[in-house]
């Protein structure tokens, strides 16, 4: 496994567009996990970003683009000192903070809809996740993974 010296030997950014399309996520998250591990991500930590990316270009997909084939979902890699940082950026408008959190007796009771998952499972597998806009009216998911 090839590690980085995060002083000199930075890989380069790399950035993806995938389709607002149920499916193309896949894409994603093969993007994002292969990055992890030239930025060497064990193979635990790079798992657990797959299914934050994943979750992020879900709801990109669904809630920022509505599901547009117009409208694509990017997918931004870099390192930033010590830390691997993607953003998941969609034309979305963004959602009101805080975000309702999901109470498991009630989704198993069925109280509340099984969906509704993904911000908890993105917050609890990376390291930091905030949400922005963009000067291009943009919504900007980023993780951050500290290496």
């Known amino acids: 496994m090839r590690t980085v010296d ?9 950035s993806v567009v995938i389709p607002s399309r149920p499916g193309f996520e896949k894409v994603a998250m093969d993007a994002a996990s292969s990055y992890g591990k030239l930025v060497g991500l064990s193979a635990e930590r790079r798992d657990d970003l797959r299914t934050a990316v994943a979750e992020a270009c879900i709801n990109a997909m669904e809630h920022g683009n509505r599901f547009s084939d117009e409208t694509g979902v990017e997918l ?56 922005t806009r963009t000067k291009q009216k943009k919504h900007v ?3 951050k993974m500290h290496l």
Do not use: M, N, Q, Y
């Open 6 to 14: 995060k002083r000199h030997d930075l890989p380069s950014p790399v």
């Open 76 to 131: 931004i890699l870099r390192v930033r000192k010590t830390t691997l940082v993607i953003d998941v950026v969609d034309f979305g408008s963004g959602f009101r903070h805080p975000v309702k959190r999901p109470v498991l007796k009630k989704k198993i009771s069925g109280e509340e809809p099984a969906r509704g998952w993904g911000l908890f499972l993105i917050e609890r597998l990376v390291d930091e996740v905030e949400f």
């Open 141 to 143: 998911t980023r993780l």
